[in-house]
Each structure stands twice: as structure tokens, then as C-alpha cells.
């Protein structure tokens, strides 16, 4: 047993992109969507132990793990490469696709024909695969196709939902979603005129010399990619997108991917930013620092009174997320290591946050088959298990002390301070409080108005949809006091980052 | 007792109220016993705490660490001599809340009792964190904790008033606390670099005299609980909620949270002398003095009993927060004081608000002429909580406002002598004619109550838990005048350990 653990553990770095692909291969050969869910469950689950067992390998050694495609050497093959921040992004997704399987079975069951499930069971691995490949990739191209991998089957995904308009939807976030990686792999495409590499580290070392010749092609390549991938991020005002597609996807669809798409393409920047580009690069010669801080705080408004108007839950969440990726990218922004640690926390917490959020939903949509606020009233007594779940991420994701957000608000209000933007300070806790009032809102519905037809029969989801939920409402509260797995390595990441790269 | 250490019965206060919210669900069916649970926990944790008060004073400062969130901020518990003064007071009165609650509850047969009770010990489990948080961010959890199970306390009706409430509950208290607040505490830990209580301050120093004014402001208004104007508007809001929840409010634990909480940031972030040499609290004393006499003036002008109650205990919260203003010694131990007299005269205030509404369905002043011949208990247990609010011996009140006098005097701060000796006058105006009024008229005779079966004036007292209730706190208004030696020494010792 230990042998084979010993002869596997150097190839966890390619098994973890293996796994999935080759189990979405298996599952789309089969024909119940029970066999199909099985199969993709137990390819899911050695996911998030391969994740952590190589960030703790990561983090034991200080040293990044590399792992050389058919051994070719770094600049010449494609490495996969796990550093601090691309483990803590590795056990963040992991962990999360794993936890929302018990949840999937009988969402996908009710909510999906029967002939497709065993397809949208191969989507979402593929989908799984292409963003696990993103993050663990060190290559600037292998990460584009990755990022096409999981985009199209991302679409296919949403477009599987039961509405009409999710086919629009799907449309809507396939323009937008090529428009954005066109306009990654322009960039990546100058890079290698420029400096001959695609390796991400390999490219940060060239740059230096090559920005003496080629200063306006570096920068033009810089600027397509930021923007490419913020289209993906979906941060405002690229963000149009995503209302409907989180809205109209099937439940578990928008469960996994509003905890983990936008969170590696939020990955995918802070790679380019920090690692390739570097901070002098980036933030000494370019605005994009005042750029970032401007937009996020411009999401962290604008999406959250949307939410305060919306009469739909799951766009509500949405909206929520449009505002909260605000936060992610302020930190960004802020680009020091209090401002990057909050974002990166921000990654995993809203990840947790979001995902018992999106799931409590999936639970509502599984017993009333809605989730706009006239159905949902009076679910409170009725399904009240489910809705004591709501309650709790609802204030993980207000950022209420003593759960998971209030941590990532401490850090990039730090961040803030640090940046000598106290201002942004107060914006911060400004736009929690619109938080407070769009969850509030929901709660207002809930508890307080009278039961709806389609409430009066509903009640609290089968244990394999409230265990999943609950796991991750723990989680809420248990990060907002335990923070040695987020803080602690998001700091270590933050300190990568902004120290190495500021020498 | 003496077996437990002071370390075991910190812990046991923190967790007792736990365990009563955890328990009182599995006995939903029985209300006899789930309320048995409540008075059980209720005793339990005034044993606890009232043990602690020995060891305290014989200088003890028991502590517990819980978690370490982030290096540097941690979950921790410390007793100090006046967070054990707000725990006594919180735990002494939950006893008597409960009593006076089952007596209420059942009476006007409130719905979901279980979530009433299950709530209201959370309530108390907060405030006990509160009371014993170590540093400014357990106290900051404790606060948002006690917001937050209060508003479903608050929102109990659930008719559309109640929401409405809630709302401006909600909004008021988490929106000052996270816009005011967690900046002041963010603000706190960039500039001393820590965030524990300590004796004598953490600030000296640290920061001019400008950022010291504006830092103290952001404490002052967002920890909006303590309900300085303008962010009171809450407070009267809430009286929508049954009369045990308004006792919660403004005798037990929130509004109590608050101004503790002022007071223990001026005494221990601050430090009285750090903000007494650098004159940057000097504006505190106006805006708490214009609260004071401005929320009696709108009390004054009410006619609903519960309203003008809760201006007045905007009045009286303001007169804490003045004294700790006044940043001397006496006037610090003045404000201690007065949070445990207030405490113990306004419970007993709205537990007679509450009695008339469960016997006569009276909720106005005007309409109650002569009602303290029907519930002579009551009323006289409402006069002694008035005498109290106007600051009259023999009752807790008066002790409050004398050290605040003196410690005025001492300073030469006229305004804030002024400030008092108005309120008083204020006070007596609108407290005196109720009970006035309640006594005006000839006690009704028994042609009378025949003849008046369909006004539904042929009430007597309300259930005898309730009148329990309030005359036991009524009792305890007087007693603490003539032996006002706990609070005091628990004043007195925290004096001594802020200035050896």
C-alpha cells in the first residue's frame, strides 16, 4: 500500500487532471444517470486528497512541485507547476466539486431528461478537469486550452438547463466567453513573439529583457489578457453574462460553477499579474491598481443593489457574486500582502459561502421546482433545516464576525489601510451593509411572509442534499475561527507574490 | 462553590446559556418543562456568576483562551470588575425575566414560545461573552451575536409593524456596527497593534489628539446599542416586539451591551487619562448631555407607556455615556453604578407596562386613570421604577446620578451639572403624572365594575408570575440604595485597577 502511494505521489500533479478526463471518457459511455453519477463521484473524490496531499507537500518543503510532461524540461515541454497559491486554488475547487456530490444524484435526476444526465455528468467532469488543468498548468497556453475545455463545456452545462431562456443564457455566456478567451490567447500569442517562451516562470525571467525592445507589444499583451480574463472573472461591467447563466443552468450546474469558475479565472489573473508580469511591471508603470480598485468597488455597489431589487433568488446570488468578485479583485487591486491575502481567503471563503448558498437553492428548486421569492415565501417553517442553512452562509456572506467573510473583510480592509486608502475602508464595510439588506430581504421572505401554495407541501430535502449543505454552512462558521488552512497559506501565497516579485 | 475554580466558573458562564438554547428545543411539547430549562439555566448561571464576585474582588481575573483566529486576534475571555458587574446584573435579571416571561407568554398566548426562549438564551449567552470578552474583537462577535439573536425577538409578532421594526433594528444596529464600528476596531489594531483591554489604555501615544476625537466618535456611534443620538432611532422601534423582549432590550442585556461597551473602551482602549489630557472626548460630553435632555423631551410628548419608557431609557443610557464623558474616577464609577441602577428600575418599568396590557389591554397613558386601585402591585412597583428614573432616594437611581454630580462638580463641567439637574426636572414631569393619573380617581367600587363588564375594566392584577416579577425587581430598585455595596465594590475595583 505504501509502496503504490510512493510510486503515485510524484504523478499526482498530471493524475488530478487525469482522473476527471478519463472518467468523463467512462461516463459518457453509460446510460443510467444513477451508474453515470456513481462513476463521477468516485473520479471526483480522490480529487481533493491528491490537492491537499500536494499542498501540504508544497507547503512542508517550501519548495513548488514541478512536474515535467514526458520529461521535458521546463521552457522546452510543458510543466505542471503546484506553488503555494496554485495548491491553496487546487484545494479550494477540489474540495468543493467533491462536497456538492452527494448533493448532485437526486438534483440532476429531477431537474435533467434522463437520457442526458449521463451527459451533463461528462460536462461537469470535463468542466472539472479543465479548471483543475488552469490552475496546476505552468504553461500560458496549456492554460488556454484548459480554459476552453472547461468554457465550452461550461456552456453546454447551462444550456442543459429546464428553461427555455437558459439556452439564451448559454448563447449569451459563449459570446462573451470567447470574446474573453480570444482575447487570452492574443496575448499569450504576443508573449511568445516577444520572448520566445510560454512558460510562466520562464517568461517572467525574459520579460526583463525583453520590455528594452519590445516595451508596447508587452504591454499591449498584458492588457488583452487582463481584460480577456476579466471577461471570465466577470467583473463589472463584463460581467452581463453571468446573471442569467447562474440563473437558468440547472442547480447543481450553477452550484459548482458559482463556487469555482470565476475563482480560477480569478487564479488565472493573479497568476499573470504577480507571477509573469510582476508587480513592478504592472502596478509601477501601469494604473491598472487605481483601474481595479475603481471597478471593484463599482461591483461591490452596483451588483449588490441589484440583488437588494432582484425577486429571484438564484439571480439574487448572482448579483451577490458580481459583488463579492468586487471584493476578490479590490484585493487584487490593492496589490499588497494584507490586500492579496483578502482576496485569495475571499476565494475560498466566498467559494464555501456561495456553494451552501447555491445548493440550499438547489434543495428548493428539488422540492417546490422555483426559486423566486413568491415561491419561496414562508419556506422558513417549512423546510426550516434547509433555511437555518441560509441563514447561517447568509451571514458568512454579510461578513458577520464569527464566520468565514468576516475574515477576508478583515484582510483587505488591512489592505486598504495599508494602501493608505481609508476611503476604500469605509466603501468595505458600506457595501457589507448592502449585503445585510439583500439577505435580509430573502430572510424577510422566508420567515415572515405567509406560506405560498408550493411551500404549504414542501419540506426539508432527503439527508444527501442536507448533509452536503451543512458540511459547507460549518465550514462558514468553523473558517471564521480556524484560519490555518486559509489565511495562514493565502498569506504565505500574498507573500510569494508581492515579496518575490517586488526585489 | 469555593471547589470551583475561578477559571471553571468563567467557562460555565459562557457555556450555561449554551446549553440552555441547545436544550429547550427538545422540549417543544412540554412547556412545562422547557421553561423548567429556562429558570433552571437561568439559577444556574446567577450561581456561576454571583460566585465569581468573591474571587473578583479578592482579585482574580480568571481567563480563557478559546481560538487564535488570525496571529495576534483571539477569542479569549477575561473577568474584570465591571464586566462581572454587567453578567451579575444579566444573569440576575434573566431569572426574574423568565418568571415574569412565563407569565406573559402564556397569558396573551404569544406563538412559538420555543423560539422565544430558545432566542432569548442566546441573547443571554452573547451578553455573557460580551460582558467577559478579553479584547475588542471577542466583544465585537459577542455584539454582532446579540444583534442578531435579538431580532427575531424583536420580529415576534411577525405582523407587517414587526417586520418593519425589524428592519430598522437590523439595518441600525449591524449598519453602525460594521460601518462604524469594525473601522474603529480596524483603526485600534493598525495604530496600538493589539486589541486587548487593557488597564490605563492602549492608545497613549499612539495618535494625535485629532485621530483620538474622531477614533472615540466612531466607538460612540457605532456601537449604536448604547443609543446616543442620533442612531436611538432603533430602540423605540423595537417596542413592537411582547413586553419580556422590551425588558431583554432595556434592562438585561442589549442596550446594556451598549453603553458597557462605551464605557469599557474609554476605560480600557482610551484610557481616562490619555483622553482626559488631550481633550479629544471633550465634545462626548455635548452630544451624550443633548441626548439626555432631548429624548426626555420627546418622551414627554409620548402617549404610549412603552414609547415614552423607551425614550427615557434613551435618556437614561446617555447619562451613562456622560459620565464616563466626564472622565474622572468618581463619575466612571457613577456610570458603572447607574448601568446596574437603570437596569434593575426599567425592568421594572416595563414589566408593569407589560402587566397592565395582560390584565386591562391598556397601552396608552391616557387610559389609565385609575388603575392603580385595580393593581395596586403593579402601580406601586411602577412608581418606585419612576422615583428611580428621576433619580430620587431610597432607590438605584439616585446613586448613579450622585457620583455623576460629584465627579462634575469636581471637574467644574457645568454643563454636564446642568444637563442633570434639567433631566431631573424632565424626568419628573413625565414620569409623576402617571402615576398620578393612576391614582387619581376613587378606587372603583363593585356597582361600578358590574356596570362595566363590556369596557373590560373588571380586570385585577395580571398572573402572578408577572406581579412576582415586578416586585421583586422593585424591591431590589430600593434595596440597592440602601445596600448598594456590589456594584460599588465591583466600581470601586475597577477604579483600582485602571489607576493603582
Not at chain 2, 477575561?78 to 464586566?83: A, D, K, M, S, Y
Request: proline fraction near 5%; hydrophobic fraction near 55%.
Amino acid at each position: 500500500m505504501i509502496a503504490m502511494l510512493e510510486s503515485v505521489g510524484p504523478h499526482l500533479p498530471i493524475l488530478i487532471v487525469i482522473i476527471p478526463l478519463l472518467g468523463s471518457l467512462l461516463v459518457a459511455f453509460t446510460r443510467s444517470g444513477n451508474l453515470a453519477w456513481l462513476i463521477a463521484s468516485l473520479s471526483v473524490l480522490p480529487l481533493p486528497v491528491a490537492a491537499v496531499l500536494m499542498t501540504m507537500s508544497v507547503l512542508r518543503t517550501g519548495q513548488p512541485l514541478v512536474y515535467e510532461m514526458g520529461n521535458w524540461p521546463a521552457p522546452y515541454g510543458i510543466v505542471y507547476k503546484v506553488d503555494a497559491l496554485s495548491g491553496f486554488v487546487l484545494c479550494v475547487v477540489a474540495a468543493i466539486a467533491a462536497v456538492i456530490m452527494p448533493f448532485a444524484r437526486k438534483s440532476v435526476a429531477t431537474e435533467i431528461p434522463s437520457h442526458q444526465q449521463s451527459w451533463f455528468y461528462a460536462l461537469y467532469l470535463l468542466c472539472l478537469c479543465g479548471l483543475l488543468g488552469i490552475v496546476i498548468t505552468g504553461d500560458a497556453f496549456n492554460a488556454f486550452v484548459f480554459l476552453e475545455i472547461s468554457s465550452l463545456s461550461s456552456y453546454a452545462l447551462i444550456a442543459l438547463g429546464r428553461h427555455r431562456r437558459a439556452l439564451l443564457a448559454a448563447y449569451q455566456y459563449l459570446i462573451m466567453g470567447t470574446i474573453g478567451a480570444t482575447l487570452y490567447v492574443i496575448g499569450v500569442g504576443l508573449l511568445y513573439l516577444t520572448t520566445g517562451s510560454l512558460n510562466f516562470d520562464d517568461l517572467a525571467v525574459r520579460l526583463a529583457e525583453a520590455d528594452k525592445t519590445y516595451h508596447a507589444s508587452l504591454m499591449a499583451a498584458l492588457g488583452f489578457m487582463v481584460v480577456g480574463i476579466c471577461l471570465k472573472i466577470a467583473l463589472f461591467p463584463l460581467h452581463v453574462w453571468l446573471p442569467n447563466a447562474y440563473a437558468y443552468a440547472p442547480s447543481f450546474a450553477t452550484t459548482f460553477l458559482a463556487g469555482t469558475a470565476t475563482k480560477v479565472a480569478l487564479y488565472l489573473l493573479i497568476r499573470v499579474l504577480f507571477s509573469v508580469f510582476g508587480v513592478a511591471m504592472v502596478y509601477d508603470r501601469l494604473p491598472i491598481s487605481d483601474v481595479l480598485v475603481v471597478l471593484s468597488v463599482a461591483a461591490m455597489f452596483i451588483a449588490s443593489v441589484s440583488a437588494i431589487f432582484e425577486n429571484n433568488a438564484k439571480r439574487m446570488l448572482a448579483y451577490s457574486s458580481l459583488a463579492q468578485i468586487g471584493y476578490i479583485t479590490l484585493g487584487i487591486g490593492l496589490a499588497n500582502i494584507h490586500g492579496l491575502t483578502g482576496a485569495l481567503v475571499h476565494i475560498a471563503n466566498h467559494a464555501v459561502i456561495k456553494t451552501a448558498l447555491f445548493l440550499a437553492l438547489g434543495a428548493v428548486v428539488y422540492r417546490i421546482g422555483s426559486a423566486h421569492y413568491s415561491d419561496m415565501a414562508g419556506l422558513g417553517r417549512r423546510m426550516p433545516l434547509t433555511m437555518g442553512a441560509v441563514v447561517i452562509a447568509g451571514l458568512g456572506l454579510m461578513g458577520t464576525p464569527g464566520t468565514a467573510g468576516f475574515i477576508s473583510k478583515w484582510y483587505l480592509a488591512l489592505g486598504a489601510i495599508d494602501a493608505g486608502l481609508w476611503s476604500v475602508v469605509f466603501l468595505i464595510v458600506a457595501s457589507s451593509l448592502l449585503s445585510v439588506i439583500y439577505v435580509g430581504r430573502l430572510t424577510e421572505v422566508i420567515f415572515f411572509r405567509e406560506p405560498s401554495p408550493r411551500a404549504m407541501a414542501a419540506r426539508d430535502p432527503p439527508l444527501s442534499m442536507l448533509v452536503p449543505l451543512y458540511v459547507l454552512a460549518a465550514a462558514t462558521i468553523y473558517l471564521g475561527f480556524d484560519t490555518r488552512a486559509t489565511a495562514e497559506i493565502a498569506a504565505t501565497a500574498a507573500g510569494f507574490l508581492v515579496g518575490g516579485l517586488t526585489r | 462553590m469555593t471547589s470551583f475554580t475561578p477559571e471553571f466558573l468563567l467557562a460555565a458562564a459562557l457555556v450555561i446559556p449554551w446549553i440552555a438554547a441547545a436544550t429547550i428545543p427538545l422540549a417543544h411539547a412540554a412547556p412545562n418543562v422547557r421553561e423548567a430549562v429556562t429558570l433552571l439555566a437561568a439559577g444556574a448561571l446567577a450561581v456561576v456568576t454571583w460566585s465569581l464576585y468573591p474571587a473578583v474582588l479578592a482579585g482574580a481575573r480568571p481567563e480563557l483562551q478559546l481560538a487564535q483566529v488570525v496571529p495576534g486576534l483571539d477569542v479569549a475571555f477575561r473577568v474584570e470588575p465591571l464586566g462581572l458587574l454587567f453578567a451579575l446584573v444579566a444573569s440576575t435579571l434573566w431569572i426574574v425575566n423568565s418568571i415574569y416571561s412565563i407569565g406573559y407568554m402564556r397569558a396573551n398566548e404569544e406563538p412559538r414560545q420555543t423560539q422565544f426562549y430558545v432566542c432569548f438564551a442566546v441573547a443571554i449567552a452573547s451578553a455573557m461573552a460580551l460582558a467577559f470578552s478579553k479584547n475588542l474583537f471577542t466583544l465585537f462577535i459577542a455584539y454582532e451575536v446579540l444583534t442578531l439573536s435579538t431580532y427575531p425577538l424583536v420580529t415576534h409578532k411577525g405582523n407587517a409593524e414587526a417586520i418593519k421594526a425589524g428592519r430598522v433594528y437590523l439595518v441600525l444596529l449591524i449598519g453602525t456596527s460594521m460601518v462604524l464600528f469594525l473601522p474603529a476596531i480596524l483603526a485600534t489594531w493598525v495604530y496600538a497593534g493589539t486589541l486587548d483591554f487593557t488597564a490605563g489604555g492602549i492608545l497613549a501615544g499612539k495618535i494625535g489628539p485629532l485621530a483620538l476625537g474622531g477614533l472615540l466618535a466612531l466607538f460612540v456611534f457605532g456601537i449604536g446599542k448604547a443609543a446616543v443620538m442620533p442612531v436611538h432611532f432603533w430602540l423605540p422601534a423595537a417596542m413592537v416586539a411582547p413586553t419580556p423582549v422590551s425588558a431583554l432590550l432595556h434592562a438585561v442585556a442589549v442596550v446594556k451591551a451598549g453603553v458597557f461597551s462605551i464605557l469599557k473602551v474609554i476605560v480600557y482602549i482610551f484610557g481616562i487619562d490619555t483622553l482626559a489630557g488631550s481633550s479629544a472626548g471633550d465634545w462626548l460630553v455635548y452630544v451624550a448631555g443633548t441626548t439626555v435632555l432631548a429624548a426626555s423631551v420627546v418622551a414627554l410628548r409620548q402617549d404610549n407607556l412603552k414609547k415614552r419608557l423607551a425614550y427615557s431609557t434613551v435618556s437614561q443610557l446617555s447619562y451613562v455615556v456622560l459620565a464616563a464623558a466626564i472622565l474622572t474616577p468618581i463619575s466612571a464609577i457613577g456610570a458603572a453604578i447607574h448601568i446596574a441602577g437603570h437596569a434593575v428600575a426599567k425592568i421594572t418599568l416595563f414589566f408593569a407596562a407589560g402587566a397592565i396590557y395582560t390584565a386591562a389591554h391598556k397601552t396608552e397613558i391616557s387610559e389609565l386613570d385609575g388603575i392603580g386601585w385595580r393593581m395596586p402591585w403593579t402601580m406601586t412597583a411602577f412608581a418606585i421604577g419612576s422615583l428611580a428614573m428621576i433619580g430620587l432616594p431610597p432607590t438605584a437611581g439616585f446613586l448613579g446620578k450622585w457620583f455623576l454630580l460629584q465627579g462634575s462638580m469636581q471637574t467644574e463641567q457645568w454643563v454636564a451639572v446642568a444637563v442633570v439637574v434639567a433631566s431631573t426636572i424632565l424626568n419628573a414631569s413625565y414620569f409623576l403624572p402617571i402615576i398620578v393619573r393612576a391614582f387619581s380617581t376613587a378606587p372603583p367600587t363593585e356597582a361600578d365594575t358590574a356596570g362595566t363588564h363590556h369596557h373590560g375594566d373588571d380586570h385585577g392584577e395580571a398572573p402572578w408570575p408577572m406581579v412576582l416579577a415586578l416586585s421583586v425587581t422593585a424591591a431590589m430598585t430600593v434595596l440597592m440604595f440602601f445596600a448598594p455595596d456590589v456594584p460599588l465594590s465591583l466600581a470601586k475595583a475597577m477604579i483600582a485597577e485602571v489607576k493603582p
